[in-house]
């Protein structure tokens, strides 16, 4: 009897899994998501296959950060083109920890009410505004820096701009 109620059990149980709709394998973070890096990954990709660095400048109470995360950075398109041209990098203005980036260290710099990062300050030109973003081509130099919110159409229009 108790054999029984087991494959009971059991079949109910497969049967239930089946039921549900996995998505295939065949399904790839890149096409529902940005692939965020962190900046030593981003590197490090480049290094093995080359693309511009795109760099989010944000921080954790800002609220067009939040808005370009849930609306920008979700759009379709914006997904595909991002993660076609670059290596996205989400930075954290206020972090603390310390960064060594093309051989120099940078590390937290306390002042005003909150401070700032030294890269995230020096990668913004000195003039630090949330949200920005920075656009590094594929030697890790500065070609543009992007402030502030984007809907996505007017977000693409500027990141296909070639002459930057």
């Known amino acids: 009897m108790k054999k029984v109620i087991l494959f009971a059990l059991t079949s109910i149980l497969v049967l239930s899994l089946a039921a549900f709709n996995f998505p295939s ?47 920008t950075f979700t759009n ?40 700032i990062h030294g890269l995230a300050y020096n990668l913004l030109n000195r003039n630090a505004s949330y949200p920005s973003f920075v656009v590094l081509d594929t030697d890790l130099n500065r070609q543009n820096i992007i402030k502030g919110y984007k809907a996505p159409q007017p977000f693409l229009e500027i990141l296909g701009k070639q002459s930057f």
């Open 25 to 71: 394998e065949e399904v790839k973070i890149s096409d529902t998501e940005i692939k965020w890096y962190t900046l030593e990954e981003a590197i490090q990709a480049n290094q093995k296959s080359e693309k511009k660095l795109f760099i989010d400048i944000y921080t954790d109470w800002c609220g067009w950060c939040k808005v370009m995360d849930q609306k």
């Open 76 to 115: 379709p398109e914006v997904i595909k083109y991002m993660n076609e041209n670059f290596y996205a990098v989400k930075f954290n203005a206020e972090q603390r920890e310390a960064i060594t980036f093309k051989g120099k260290k940078y590390e937290f710099i306390p002042g005003g009410r909150r401070g």
